[in-house]
T-cell receptor, first 113, second 113 residues
């Protein structure tokens, strides 16, 4: 069974600082990988996804993630944090068509002024 | 804009009183999902429909039922809500294919008194 691990349930950065949210997956085959963001009392919004095309994926709101097969990682980054980035971020993995989407436990990002 | 809509956004019910949550979509996706999300946790899949085919997760309580009368609408029925069923309920849709990206609605927060 595949799984995904998000290191750090809480991450705090200063406004303007680099954002790095970590995600590692375990899968026997190259998976499909997703990052979602959730604001308080909202649903999940797709930030970006990896579907075996380019390994560096650019998403919305200035976020990007790099698929590294050798490290089984798909870390999310943003060069400069904004106050509006404060939210919960979920990494998720899916092995193939028809497979269930498996979520990580989430990382809550706080942005300090 | 194509979207996933959930009504109501907030629902208050009494212990043991049946409640129905609704989801509609204008994406014309053939797969619809219901998730339960408790505070500070990842979403947990309850069941999904692939067209009219219903797929229940093994650990979904019998108290939870679903209906999908047509492509656009899907309902979640909780027959006898308990205090432990208070949560955010998320509807998502996807199109069956390669990565099957899931798009989420804004959620319905259920409070059980």
């Amino acid at each position: 069974a595949q799984s995904v691990t998000q290191l750090g349930s809480h991450v705090s950065v200063s406004e303007g600082a680099l954002v790095l949210l970590r995600c590692n997956y375990s899968s026997s085959v190259p998976p499909y990988l997703f990052w979602y963001v959730q604001y308080p009392n909202q649903g999940l919004q797709l930030l970006l996804k990896y579907t075996s095309a380019a390994t560096l994926v650019k998403g919305i709101n200035g976020f990007e993630a790099e698929f590294k097969k050798s490290e089984t990682s798909f870390h999310l980054t943003k060069p400069s944090a904004h106050m509006s980035d404060a939210a919960e971020y979920f990494c998720a993995v899916k092995k193939s068509s028809g497979d269930k989407l498996t979520f990580g436990t989430g990382t809550r990002l706080a942005v300090r002024p | 804009d194509a979207m996933v809509i959930q009504n109501p956004r907030y629902q208050v019910t009494q212990f043991g009183k049946p409640v129905t949550l609704s989801c509609s979509q204008t994406l014309n996706h053939n797969v619809m999902y219901w998730y339960q999300q408790k505070s500070s946790q990842a979403p947990k899949l309850l069941f999904h429909y692939y067209d009219k085919d219903f797929n229940n997760e093994a650990d979904t309580p019998d108290n939870f039922q679903s209906r999908r009368p047509n492509t656009s609408f899907c309902f979640l029925d909780i027959r006898s809500p308990g205090l432990g069923d208070a949560a955010m309920y998320l509807c998502a849709t996807s199109s069956r294919g390669r990565e099957e990206t899931q798009y989420f609605g804004p959620g319905t927060r259920l409070l059980v008194l």
